[in-house]
T-cell receptor, first 113, second 112 residues
Framework: EAGVAQSPRYKIIEKRQSVAFWCNPI?????LYWYQQILGQGPKLLIQ????????DSQLPKDRFSAERLKGVDSTLKIQPAKLEDSAVYLC???????????FGEGSRLTVL | GENVEQHPSTLSVQEGDSAVIKCTYS??????FPWYKQELGKGPQLIID?????GEKKDQRIAVTLNKTAKHFSLHITETQPEDSAVYFC???????????FGKGNQVVVIP
């Protein structure tokens, strides 16, 4: 079974530029999550989708971050404009339902200069 | 919201010895407690989880214990092997929403 796919794996941009990350979850998984993992810290939830609807985006900095999950499958996370403090690994995860195991992708590492 | 703390931040053990990592949580309504292992350059992977209706769960060399009264849970790894070297994250959530709050992680180093 294919795992959670993310791209790009690495991205370097200058502050105030924009960036987009893509996630393809495991087939059949209804829930999809974006987490931000700053170096030396645990993952922090940014947004949770159930199918193509947003369940929780309370920790998403909406002035610069946006995410969508069209057709309830793939998802994109966008940052515009980027700040230095956005340097982190952005992890996508999916799950069968609202309970139980989350399956994480390998992440997209963002460096903002 | 939920606040999860892990101790110690780094743990070095001799191969074959046991490793124990402890976590505390703040939300008494949390009832799902997973442990994830993260290797360098990879995403976290679930290794074991426990729900609030049990106090202990084992899976081969790994076990998790839960004390709901004290609001803490621990990961126990016995007969450690070099491949156990990784960062381990504990997390907590209310089952049904799966909004996991992660701790900061423990770096476990197994010395051959």
């Amino acid at each position: 079974e294919a795992g959670v796919a993310q791209s790009p794996r690495y991205k370097i941009i200058e502050k105030r530029q924009s960036v987009a990350f893509w996630c393809n979850p495991i087939s059949g998984h209804a829930t999809l999550y974006w987490y931000q993992q700053i170096l030396g810290q645990g993952p922090k939830l940014l947004i949770q989708f159930q199918n193509n609807g947003v369940v929780d985006d309370s920790q998403l900095p909406k002035d610069r971050f946006s995410a969508e999950r069209l057709k309830g499958v793939d998802s994109t996370l966008k940052i515009q404009p980027a700040k230095l403090e956005d340097s982190a690994v952005y992890l996508c995860a999916s799950g069968l339902s609202n309970t139980g195991e989350l399956f994480f992708g390998e992440g997209s590492r963002l460096t903002v200069l | 919201g939920e606040n999860v703390e892990q101790h110690p931040s780094t743990l070095s053990v001799q191969e074959g010895d046991s490793a124990v990592i402890k976590c505390t949580y703040s939300d008494s309504a949390s009832n799902y407690f997973p442990w994830y292992k993260q290797e360098l350059g990879k995403g976290p992977q679930l290794i074991i989880d426990i729900r609030s209706n049990v106090g202990e769960k084992k899976d081969q060399r790994i076990a998790v214990t839960l004390n709901k009264t004290a609001k803490h849970f621990s990961l126990h790894i016995t007969e450690t092997q070099p491949e156990d070297s990784a960062v381990y994250f504990c997390a907590a959530s209310r089952e049904g929403n799966n909004r996991l709050a992660f701790g900061k992680g423990n770096q476990v180093v197994v010395i051959p």
